[in-house]
């Protein structure tokens, strides 16, 4: 059974640099053919994908947070790092880690409140 588990500082002052890690456990990173993404739900709204690193190590990210975004991979702990630059309060939300069985993602983190405010 996979499990994954969002870990990071619930609260980031704006301007800063939000960093979370997903730890998976039951399962490799590496393994063919899954990607690992994360995905947040600010309050009120829907789920957004934010980007994922695929089992070779490519990353994919949304092309509305590009250029504040960058996922990484630690593969000797099975782990995969997300940090988001430049933060205000609209980064505000829910973030989840979840693994890709393309189309479909079928483990989820159970998520980790994330508060942007000075």
């Known amino acids: 059974q996979v499990q994954l588990q969002e870990s990071g500082p619930g609260l980031v002052k704006p301007s800063q640099t939000l960093s979370l890690t997903c730890t998976v456990s039951g399962g490799s990173i590496t393994t063919s053919y899954y990607y690992w993404s994360w995905i947040r739900q600010p309050p009120g709204k829907g789920l957004e994908w934010m980007g994922a690193?695929?089992?070779?190590?490519?990353?994919y990210y949304s092309p509305s947070l590009k250029s504040r975004t960058s996922i990484s991979r630690d593969t000797s702990k099975n782990q995969f790092t997300l940090q988001l630059s430049s933060v205000t309060p609209e980064d505000t939300a829910v973030y989840y880690c979840?693994?890709?069985?393309?189309?479909?993602?079928?483990?989820w983190g159970q998520g980790t409140q994330v508060t942007v405010s000075s």
């Open positions: 690193i695929a089992y070779s190590g490519s990353t």
């Open positions: 979840a693994r890709c069985n393309p189309p479909r993602s079928d483990y």
